[in-house]
């Protein structure tokens, strides 16, 4: 089994900054990525980053040269720094990890329980 635990949500105004962290736990063979989704309601959870081997990142291009994605995999730890934030942004925001425990062979997706992000003046 592996845990991800979101912080860093929280309430800030347009044009602000936030960081978001994500920890992954448990007994972990690998991690091949991780990411960042969101979730508003009555609306498909949709994708805002991930991070894979080689420096690989992708983002959504509603958060294209705001949004920056970065892993400390010594750690299995995955950060969104979110820049020049827009009420558009409000959201549930959710970890996700593609990960191998050490008690099975395949890889599997792992979710956080998610971190609420307001914009809002």
């Known amino acids: 089994q592996v845990q991800l635990v979101e912080s860093g949500g929280g309430l800030v105004q347009p044009g602000g900054s936030l960081r978001l962290s994500c920890v992954a736990s448990g007994s972990i063979f690998n991690i091949r990525a991780m990411g960042w989704y969101r979730q508003v309601p009555g609306k498909e959870r949709e994708l805002v980053a991930t991070?894979?081997?080689?420096?690989?990142?992708n983002y959504a291009d509603s958060v294209k040269g705001r949004f920056t994605i970065s892993r400390d995999t010594a750690k299995n730890t995955v950060y969104l720094q979110m820049n020049s934030l827009k009420p558009e942004d409000t959201a549930v925001y959710y970890c996700?990890?593609?990960?191998?425990?050490?008690?099975?062979?395949?890889?599997?997706?792992?979710w956080g329980q998610g971190t609420q992000v307001t914009v809002s003046s």
């Open positions: 996700n990890a593609e990960a191998k425990p050490m008690s099975l062979y395949a890889w599997r997706n792992y």
């Open positions: 991070s894979s081997s080689n420096d690989n990142t």
